[in-house]
């Protein structure tokens, strides 16, 4: 059923270098948050890249924006730090802010207290998790719940955590690095003032995608967007190359966000992901011409 599209306002990636660090100019400059204290380099990042989808856009009611997020490894890093302290230190070695910061969705919680975000608050699990809540993202837009939404994913893997679409035998020096990095979007509903952002205006998922082929998928997408195969001008599979970096569940928006900015091809485009043997999603996005003035805002 077609529903109203959600404009894409704002874009932000944070991607670590090939050493596995995160440049200082993507993390916010604070490092301890009322609520919890000292916060870490995850929750920095994702700051920073709050903020950056925010800077070219006049900031909504604190109760109108909400925070939807996905990661695969979550606070692992944290929850280790955490068990091997109480091993060979005890649990009075244990700082406060770990326990703090040891749950899946403290990352979500440490950022929308850090902002003052008092919208929905929702943390996705999973590979495919950042695509996962631009979905939910949108739903909670036109259902009312929300008036714009940060959505996107993030993940900062220990140096040993290997991605969990290389956990073959194969050899170390042919698996793609497992990187630290942010992908996040600000979405609002259409409306008159943003005619030149991309609009996201359906989607679809399968969580059997061995059972339905990618065509399917997108046929299913068109439908839920009130569209045909006559608008589409493409399908884009974000899967990355084996050359090119994982950062999780920040990998699926990273590239998605990298091609709305550079596509030269305006138009309904559909986006693919899959996980093999667990889920695939469609995502359709309808880029408006790159001259757009709208369009130079989304450059973050």
């Not at 993390?27 to 916060?39: D, K, M, N, T, Y």
């Not at 709050?50 to 979550?74: D, K, M, V, W, Y």
């Not at 996201?200 to 195969?229: C, F, N, T």
């Amino acid at each position: 059923m077609m529903g109203t599209p959600i404009s894409i306002l704002g874009m932000a990636t944070a991607q670590a270098s090939a050493d596995g660090a995160l440049a200082d100019e993507m993390l916010c400059p604070e490092r301890r948050a009322p609520s919890v204290g000292a916060i870490n380099v995850q929750s920095r990042m994702v700051t920073h890249a709050l903020r950056q989808c925010l800077s070219n856009h006049a900031r909504p009611g604190a109760t109108e924006i909400g925070l939807c997020l996905g990661t695969a490894h979550g606070v692992n890093a944290t929850v280790r730090r955490t068990l091997n302290t109480v091993r060979d230190q005890g649990f009075l070695h244990v700082p406060a802010s770990l326990y703090a910061t040891g749950l899946p969705n403290s990352t979500t919680g440490v950022v929308a207290g850090l902002e003052q975000l008092l919208g929905p608050n929702l943390t996705f699990l999973g590979y495919l998790s950042g695509l996962e809540s631009l979905i939910m993202a949108c739903r909670l837009i036109r259902w009312g719940q929300a008036a714009s939404m940060i959505a996107g994913g993030f993940d900062t893997p220990s140096p040993d955590m290997a991605s969990p679409d290389m956990a073959s035998p194969a050899p170390a020096q042919t698996r793609r690095a497992t990187l630290s990095g942010a992908g996040l979007v600000l979405l609002s509903k259409a409306n008159g003032s943003d005619d030149g952002a991309p609009k996201i205006v359906g989607w679809a998922s399968d969580e059997k995608p061995e059972a339905a082929s990618e065509s399917q998928l997108v046929d299913s997408a068109l439908a839920h967007a009130g569209r045909d195969r006559a608008d589409l001008i493409d399908t884009i599979a974000l899967a990355p190359d084996a050359q090119t970096p994982d950062y999780l569940a920040a990998t699926f928006p990273i590239r998605l966000i990298n091609f709305i900015r550079k596509t030269q091809a305006p138009g309904l485009h559909a986006f693919t992901a899959q996980k093999a043997g667990e889920k695939a999603i469609c995502v359709l996005v309808d880029i408006d011409k790159p001259e757009s003035d709208t369009r130079q805002g989304l450059q973050a």
